[in-house]
């Protein structure tokens, strides 16, 4: 099945932060407009379907007298796998080549703010048009398959801001 049959990853950066008028801990999973960024690079990838979900720390504090608070935050995570990158890909093939992803790890490294969009037709993160979400990477993993000599790409990324 062609890559670009599937999700596609873009990976904004940016050198200067973008707040775009909301506080950072107004809400876990808040969103910035794309056109608010300041002179942002970007990539794309065709991956699988990507897990979003929640990542939810708690603590607990007791005081002298045995009464027990907790507190608790949430972070949006994004686990993300890509489709093989090939090292001869060309048009014809309608798959992603090895400059795809050199591409993408530029963007992911040569920035200090990164920013995230995943799209599949109908089905987007953020959901509304023409926004992304401000992403750290947490771990970045590349394997080698050497029997069809490609390339994939798993990464987690977080959502900068927590509530």
């Known amino acids: 099945m062609p890559a670009n049959a599937k999700w596609k990853l ?7 932060m973008t707040t775009a008028g909301v506080t950072p801990d107004a809400y876990a999973m808040r969103t910035i407009a794309t056109s608010s960024l300041t002179t942002p690079s970007s990539a794309s990838i065709f991956i699988i379907k990507p897990e979003v979900k929640p990542e939810i720390t708690a603590e607990q504090i007791e005081d002298v007298g045995g009464d027990a ?5 949430r972070r949006g995570t994004f686990n993300v796998a890509s489709f093989p990158f090939n090292y001869d890909a060309t048009s ?10 050199v591409t993408f790890a ?3 490294t040569d920035y200090k ?5 995943i799209d599949a037709g109908s089905r987007t993160y953020p959901s509304t048009a023409g926004t ?3 992403v750290t990477i947490r771990s970045w993993e590349e394997s080698v398959n050497s ?7 798993a990464v987690v990324f977080a959502h900068r801001h927590k509530s």
């Open 10 to 16: 873009t990976l904004y950066g940016s050198n200067t």
């Open 69 to 73: 608070v907790s507190y608790a935050q």
């Open 92 to 101: 014809a093939t309608d798959l992603q080549d090895i400059d795809d992803l």
């Open 106 to 108: 530029d963007v992911a």
């Open 113 to 117: 703010y990164l920013y995230l969009r």
């Open 132 to 134: 992304v979400y401000p």
């Open 147 to 153: 029997e069809y000599g490609t390339r994939a790409l």
